[in-house]
């Protein structure tokens, strides 16, 4: 599973810059949205939401399809697990997005349809739709690499997720401190701007790109590192 999940995880540039501009369009739809149209942090979520149940129906797609490798199956290939969390997390929004006056959100929205068509106003529809986009991109390279290494399947996206979950942990742990040195210097400088209340949907932005970032630049510094330690001991055991 390490020697497959090394030779399937991609750090070349390409894989670098394709998730690097799904990155870059995804959140500047969502500031876009914020700014505009004042949207809520659980607008903010959606795209990580749709992302991660794309992970996993179109996990439970490729088992059935083009990836039929018993290890890669017994993990994603459980259509049961799917539907679950399909139901648990989108089942709670469109309760909260159809009666928004119920619950004080919005009282002017009373209805999904008039959830929806914020959604579209906002722009946060076009941010799924490009988090959906890289992820198929990504895959179908995933895929394409798969076949020419052989082994076992790792499929990178799932262990992107994972790492994401790391890196929000990290970076829940260290907000406060940075809360804490912006206002000091908000203080210091006598700037509103800084030291002012921080709107939860910014913070929530602020904290998931810091995640994404995270993800992006230590994910790629480690596998090229562990790419180039590699290379010497191959050639050696080669030359033996």
């Known amino acids: 599973m390490d020697q497959s999940f090394r030779a399937q995880w991609r750090s070349d540039s390409v ?36 992302e991660y149940l794309l992970i996993l129906w179109i996990g439970v797609l490729l088992t059935r399809t083009w990836v ?6 017994a993990i994603s290939s459980r259509t049961g697990i799917a539907l679950g969390w399909t139901v ?12 928004q006056s119920l619950f004080g959100l919005n ?17 946060m529809v076009w941010a799924c739709v490009a988090v959906t986009v890289g992820l198929l991109l990504d895959t179908v390279r995933d895929v394409t ?11 990178p996206a ?14 829940c742990l260290a907000t406060p401190f940075v809360l804490w ?23 929530l932005f ?14 790629t510094w480690l596998h090229r590192r562990d790419v180039r330690t590699r290379r010497p001991s191959a050639g050696s055991e080669a030359n033996q």
């Open 145 to 155: 690499a798969w076949r020419t290494s052989g082994g076992a399947f790792v499929w």
């Open 181 to 203: 040195l912006l206002a000091a210097v908000g203080t210091l400088v006598g700037s509103e701007a800084v030291s002012g209340e921080f709107h939860l949907s910014w913070l």
């Open 158 to 171: 799932t262990h992107r997720f994972v790492f994401r979950v790391a890196a929000m942990l990290a970076v």
């Open 88 to 99: 648990a997390l989108l089942a709670p929004y469109a309760i909260v997005l159809g009666w």
């Open 107 to 123: 009282p002017e929205a009373g209805s999904v349809s008039a959830a929806w068509e914020r959604l579209m106003d906002s722009g």
């Open 68 to 73: 039929k490798e018993p290890i890669f199956a």
């Open 206 to 219: 602020s904290m998931l790109l810091a995640a994404d970032g995270l993800v992006l630049i230590v994910g």
């Open 15 to 50: 894989s670098v810059i394709v998730y690097s501009l799904t990155l870059v369009i995804t959140y500047t739809l969502i500031a876009r949205a914020i700014a505009t149209h004042e949207l809520g942090f659980g607008y903010i979520l959606l795209p990580w939401i749709v």
